[in-house]
């Protein structure tokens, strides 16, 4: 079985992005950050890695393009995933106690007219599906998350507002990393 590494928290894109490559039964290593995704492929505890390196409307991830000139790593395919956010809370939040919504920049840049709708404090987080698990772990009922429809299913959270992006044809181009 292949071990594959990504960026995020279990129920990342970036995750959904793994299995749309490599199919639904690899084992999967979620790691802190991007860096941590090349070391883990550079030092073989994982046979690929995957990160996304342009997004449709927020543009190139310039993180891991620079990355690149750091590690010797080989880009060995890609693959492009569809991005339909949604906002997500614990089960039994109403949509009207909501006060604070979670998620990485990116996700709440792309969901601007959305939230724009609310008087919401919006707090950047370092991953969409990390924004689920933490308002999960720290049993927020006044809190809401940014995320896809899978982190919701997998921390057992309920969706408030379904595809709730600006621009509907929302886009990330991941690629897939290796020592080969």
């Given at each position: ?33 991007f860096r ?18 342009e997004n ?125």
């Amino acid at each position: 079985m292949k071990t594959v590494a990504f960026q995020g928290e279990r129920g990342a894109y970036s995750e959904s992005a793994v299995y749309q490559f490599f199919g639904a039964d690899t084992e999967v290593k979620p790691c802190k950050d991007f860096r941590e995704v090349f070391e883990s492929v550079k030092q073989q505890d994982v046979q690929a890695g995957v990160v996304p390196v342009e997004n449709s409307i927020e543009g190139s991830v310039n993180q891991n393009y620079d990355l690149f000139f750091n590690y010797d790593l080989k880009v060995c395919g890609e693959v492009i995933v569809k991005v339909e956010h949604c906002l997500i809370a614990n089960p039994g939040t109403n949509i009207d106690a909501v006060k604070t919504v979670y998620s990485h920049p990116q996700a709440l840049a792309q969901c601007r007219s959305f939230l724009e709708k609310s008087k919401w404090e919006l707090i950047p987080t370092y991953d969409t599906a990390g924004s689920v698990k933490l308002i999960k772990e720290k049993k927020l009922t006044d809190a809401a998350a940014i995320a896809s429809e899978k982190a919701a299913e997998l921390y057992g959270m309920q969706i408030l507002a379904k595809d709730i992006a600006d621009n509907k044809e929302n886009y990330t181009r991941f690629f897939v990393l290796s020592k080969e």
